[in-house]
């Protein structure tokens, strides 16, 4: 496979299904061709054809991110076959735990899928996206960044990792063709097991919830007008105002409370 000249290509990570599905179809609308970067066995060929139909060219990798190994190999391939200008690192991984009670398998996936794939993603495949005339990364964190939370101890930690990363990266490049940006999606129920968590949290999980396609629309428009901190509707807006004005001590407590809540699901 060769590179063609002027042909550029969209890398998006967890591109077999929700958030990342979604984002992958808002690209191929707006006719930006994309490379899909999924786990093995979870149907990415479909995501592919799907964007196919829209009239974008569309390539697939399958990968365990949290191998450093076959991280590295698909990154090479990319910078390899391909001008990258805009790469997105949806891949991630959630879920509600007691600490000490959880499996070490469990907190290791989440730093290493969370944190250090996107950090090494990124790492490997800005040299391919300076070198393009306009390029955009955009790192998907969460509104539960805003704030410690327990029994989403590590997930909280992870997120606020990736607000923090994108907006000090951001300012580092301001002087290039790369711009950064970073997405702070609220409550979506994106399949089965996240529609329970967020229906035991009660009242709680349900403020700032959105639709996983709004979202994704949101999410892509925002990002090509270069703004590089993006909440997705009003009410996470609001939610985002009254976290900083109730103080950390009752703010945690209210989180945690309905992030235990998660535990009996």
């Avoid at 949101?218 to 009254?242: D, E, T």
Wanted: charged share 25%; proline share 3%; net charge positive.
């Amino acid at each position: 496979m060769e590179k063609t000249k002027n042909e550029t290509y969209a890398l998006i990570t967890g591109a077999s299904k929700g958030f990342g599905e979604l984002l992958a179809f808002e690209l191929a609308y707006r006719r930006i061709n994309v490379i899909l970067v999924a786990l093995p066995h979870e149907d990415i060929l479909s995501v592919a054809a799907k964007c196919r139909e829209l009239g974008v060219k569309a390539e697939t990798y399958e990968a365990d991110l949290t191998n450093r190994e076959d991280l590295l190999r698909m990154t090479d391939w990319a910078n390899k076959n391909f001008n990258i200008n805009i790469l997105i690192n949806n891949a991630g991984k959630g879920g509600t735990q007691t600490f000490h009670k959880s499996d070490l398998s469990y907190v290791d996936n989440l730093i290493q899928i969370n944190v250090l794939a996107t950090t090494i993603i990124t790492h490997q495949l800005l040299p391919n996206l300076l070198k393009q005339e306009k390029s955009y990364i955009l790192n998907v964190s969460s509104m539960a960044s805003f704030s410690p939370i327990g029994y989403k101890t590590v997930y909280s930690s992870t997120k606020r990792y990736i607000q923090h990363f994108s907006r000090a990266l951001c300012n580092e490049l301001k002087d290039t063709s790369v711009f950064v940006s970073v997405v702070l999606p609220g409550p979506m129920k994106t399949n089965s097991e996240i529609t329970g968590r967020i229906e035991k949290q009660g009242l709680l999980g349900k403020i700032g919830l959105i639709t996983p396609e709004r979202a994704a629309r949101v999410s892509i428009r925002r990002m090509l007008k270069q703004k590089p901190y993006i909440l997705v509707g009003r009410r996470n807006y609001i939610n985002k105002f009254l976290l900083a004005l109730v103080p950390a001590k009752i703010r945690m407590r209210l989180m945690t409370k309905a992030a235990s809540r998660e535990i009996q699901f």
